[in-house]
């Protein structure tokens, strides 16, 4: 049968119902036994590959393309198809790919089945825009689908909810204005993207995770995300199935938002959670440069020794780490790429029992490093990821109660003991002179039960400045403790104040506090600076304007900026005035920044804390300060600063770029008596 007979035939019996319920290997339904193979893995390969490796990041003299570069570059489709017959990746080697992963300690792959342009990196008979209509002709999938089986890893599926090129998805890219929408019906899209599904889950054998991307446009909803996990996990009933699924993610946070629905784990991207999620699932995906997809011209790579220290960040947190690799159109790894994998390896295949299988730190923090967890035999193990070697040549662990069985270095095969002394809530373990390894090195520590924990009590103040008066709350989360603190960053003793309630400063101090019971202290000390300081005057705009005029200034460029002095000594597309920090005067989804100006009216004289969040760069000045720089291109993400304000007006400055992607800017305050709240457009004022 001829394929374009047999994909009418396809969509006719999707359109039916008469497609058949496969017949399954694995039954498994409950959550903890589906996720244990995930949980104990810990590392997995994310690989982007598709027809944007042929222009390898590079359009019309421009080189910061990636994986988006049809949307980015606005290629339109006909031009875009035209990659096809130059896709041709000869040197693609499957046994090459995963024994790669396999050698850098990782323990499942997952690779983009369809990216958001529509191109299936698979034989598919759901469409001709696919690998087989290609010089290269085969299927890279199968042949992936072997070697992990040979290698011993999980096969995983990334797939796009989003597609660029069929032509019943819907909505259009805003720049395609040849491509009508008459005749679209997405729920034919639907039936079109279950259908590609099914082949992808019973043509491969069992796939370790259906990885979802491109929800966030408003044709897809909660409804029809719960609708597609159901569906998929019909096909395989043991599949893992990412929060993607759904359509209620928290931009690159990654998180689903409270109360919606949220798959089997959350997909950070770009970042690491500061102090993990607790009780919930979660990977974070990272690219090795600056791209998912093959950037000829990207050459940012990050350092082997600081990937290395972020896969046991990670693990330190409770997640996953996916790192991704983007092979060039001819099928080869980068040879930067290469490098760091194999750099990787040789740090895993010594310590990967302090990766794989481990719980999060018992730990809220330490100073040189990190700690993983495991329980074993009824013992426990906490692996102590050493990041900078102590100078003393003593590791500190603060806060831990528990009786030291033993301690040993795990590179170290003889697993000679190392000295461990107690000192009040604190053990103490003697080190030799040298690390082992300069990036990270292990230590093990065997306890005696689960560990028993005492941490420091909490400082609850986001605020290092004052201008008058500031009250400070302690806090502990312990029973049968008390606090006592003292001003001039003295460890507290027994005979120090007694906290009762809010500390009040009047002045500049070191603020020490510490947990006792029996009158013996039972935690380490925790510090926090507070600096009085004088306030900024206001503007003599305070009596100058009459009346006020509400709103904002603003210049919009259009460019492809790394950072926000990109613009600068650019003539603006347009000027005018706007509410707030809005884009509606953008003519363009991607490559633009904003320049936004005016006053700031401060209700009181006061120290207040501003935070911006932004994808990508932005910075924050108030009267020619600069609080807040969280430049450069990243995703969501935000980053605050604090700054002392008299009451009336103060001049405001917020410069914002977007490269490509998603975007996003928001601006937020709080002082220390209230909530964290957005700018409100009461506040901003033309000059």
């Not at 310590?351 to 809220?364: E, L, V, W």
């Not at 809530?425 to 390894?437: K, N, S, V």
């Not at 029973?479 to 003295?490: C, K, N, Q």
Request: charged content about 25%.
């Amino acid at each position: 049968m001829k394929k374009s007979l047999l994909v009418a035939l396809l969509v006719f019996q999707s359109m039916t119902g008469m497609i058949t319920k496969p017949a399954c290997s694995q039954s498994l339904q409950d959550p903890d036994q589906r996720m244990a193979w995930w949980r104990e893995a810990r590392f997995g390969m994310f690989i982007h590959w598709g027809l944007y490796a042929v222009p390898a990041g590079e359009w019309n003299g421009k080189t910061g393309y990636g994986e988006w570069i049809r949307s980015s570059a606005q290629i339109p489709l006909p031009v875009y198809d035209q990659f096809v017959p130059r896709f041709n990746p000869t040197r693609f080697d499957a046994d090459s790919w995963v024994k790669m992963a396999r050698d850098a300690g990782m323990k499942y792959l997952v690779i983009t089945s369809k990216h958001h342009d529509g191109f299936a990196m698979y034989d598919s008979w759901q469409t001709g825009f696919c690998i087989t209509a290609t010089p290269f002709k085969k299927d890279p999938m199968e042949a992936l689908a072997a070697a992990c089986r040979k290698y011993g890893l999980k096969l995983c599926f990334y797939y796009s909810i989003m597609d660029w090129h069929h032509p019943d998805y819907l909505p259009r890219r805003d720049w395609e204005k040849d491509r009508q929408t008459e005749g679209a019906d997405y729920e034919r899209y639907v039936l079109y993207m279950k259908a590609q599904l099914k082949e992808l889950l019973t043509k491969y054998g069992d796939i370790g995770v259906l990885w979802f991307d491109g929800e966030w446009e408003n044709t897809w909803n909660e409804k029809r995300g719960k609708d597609l996990y159901a569906y998929v996990r019909m096909l395989q009933p043991s599949i893992i199935i990412n929060n993607r699924v759904g359509a209620g993610r928290i931009d690159w946070v990654g998180m689903t938002r409270e109360g919606a629905f949220g798959g089997d784990f959350g997909t950070p991207e770009q970042q690491i959670p500061a102090t993990g999620i607790p009780g919930l699932d979660w990977e974070t995906c990272m690219t090795m440069n600056d791209h998912w997809g093959y950037n000829k011209a990207d050459k940012n790579f990050k350092k082997a020794g600081d990937l290395i220290r972020m896969v046991a960040d990670i693990a330190s947190k409770g997640g996953n780490f996916l790192l991704n690799v983007g092979p060039d159109a001819e099928g080869n790894f980068p040879p930067e790429s290469i490098r760091i994998l194999d750099s990787i390896g040789q740090w895993m295949k010594t310590n990967g029992t302090a990766i794989y299988g481990t719980q999060a730190s018992p730990f809220k923090s330490l100073p040189w490093g990190r700690c993983t967890r495991k329980a074993e035999n009824g013992k426990d193990f906490l692996y102590l990821h050493v990041f900078d070697w102590p100078a003393t040549k003593e590791l500190v662990l603060s806060g831990l109660l528990n009786e030291p069985l033993s301690a040993y270095l795990l590179a170290d095969p003889d697993r000679k003991n190392l000295p461990v002394a107690r000192h009040e809530d604190a053990l103490t373990i003697r080190l030799p002179e040298q690390a082992p390894d300069a990036i990270n090195s292990v230590i093990v520590l065997e306890i005696k039960g689960k560990p028993d924990m005492t941490e420091p009590p909490v400082i609850d103040s986001r605020f290092g400045i004052f201008t008058d008066s500031l009250r400070v709350p302690l806090s502990t989360d312990r029973d049968h403790v008390e606090i006592r603190y003292t001003l001039d960053g003295s460890d507290p003793v027994q005979t120090s104040p007694l906290y009762f309630s809010p500390v009040l400063i009047r002045q500049s101090v070191l603020l020490s506090a510490r947990c006792f019971r029996d009158g013996k202290p039972v935690s380490g000390t925790v510090r926090k600076e507070f600096d009085q300081v004088m306030p900024q005057k206001a503007s003599a705009l305070s009596s100058n304007l009459n009346p006020p005029r509400k709103g904002l200034k603003y210049s919009y460029y259009e460019g492809s900026f790394d950072a926000v002095s990109g613009m600068t000594g650019l003539q603006p597309v347009k000027s005018g005035v706007l509410s707030d920090f809005l884009f509606d005067p953008r003519n363009r989804e991607d490559f633009f920044g904003f320049d936004y100006s005016g006053f700031i009216l401060i209700p009181e004289t006061n120290a207040y804390q501003f935070t911006l969040r932004s994808d990508d760069g932005s910075c924050l000045y108030i009267d020619d300060q600069l609080v807040i720089d969280h430049d450069g291109l990243h995703s969501s993400s935000e980053k605050c600063g604090t700054v002392a304000l008299e009451k009336g007006f103060h001049q405001i400055r917020v410069l914002f770029i977007e490269s490509s992607g998603s975007d996003g800017l928001e601006l937020f305050v709080q002082s220390p008596s209230g909530d964290r709240k957005k700018v409100p457009g009461d506040w901003l004022f033309q000059p």
